[in-house]
């Protein structure tokens, strides 16, 4: 799971690619988020959309360090390539470095079904409904969760708080919907009407607050 800007209208100008499915592919091809905690950022997280005929591979990465000065006491990367074709994901390869903790997954599309793996998950077909959890897809709130760190199924509680505002990078703030899950995955999230993913917000293991914003 991690700012940018020239568009409260922008955000707004996030179109849908006949050629990647009816999928949210952004305007640009690219989502950027700064990552705060404590109202200072200790990271980014970036996503970046190639379309190619019916096929679209999306590349993420997210990368966190904390720390005083020079020193890190803390330091995360994770990266992870999505590939989909006509709207439906045909495979997904990821590796996380979670502070000297190394982590993976994968998914491929057999047929039919997607069989996925990971580090804490033996492989297993995922249910039909089931989507990646890197959240640019708000498709992924219909069914089960990939969990792309490490490859685990996620049932979470969801439930659709409403319109709202959501701040973003640079001191502004978007309209968007406002989603809690909760259980398995417990996080914030925020979708505007295109639909484009514009925040998300979750409690660390120290108990701090992390927002993602866009930038």
Known sequence: MIGRRALLAGAAALLVSPAAGALPVPTGNRLDFRILRKGSQIGTHTL???NA???LTVEVAADIVIGLGPIAFFRYRHR???RWRNGVVVSVDAETDDDG???????RREGMSLVVEGTKAPRYVAPSTASPATHWNRRMLDGPLINTQNGLLMRP?????????VP?????????????????????TWYDATPAWVGLRFTAKDGSVVEYRRG
């Open 48 to 50: 970046r959309f190639a």
């Open 157 to 165: 509680t969801i439930k659709m708080l409403g319109p709202g505002q």
């Open 53 to 55: 005929g019916d096929d």
């Open 80 to 82: 992870a390539t999505e």
């Open 101 to 107: 903790t190394k982590e993976r997954m994968t998914a």
């Open 168 to 188: 973003t990078a640079d001191g502004g703030s978007l309209h968007a919907d406002h989603v809690t899950l909760r259980g398995d995955a417990d996080l914030d």
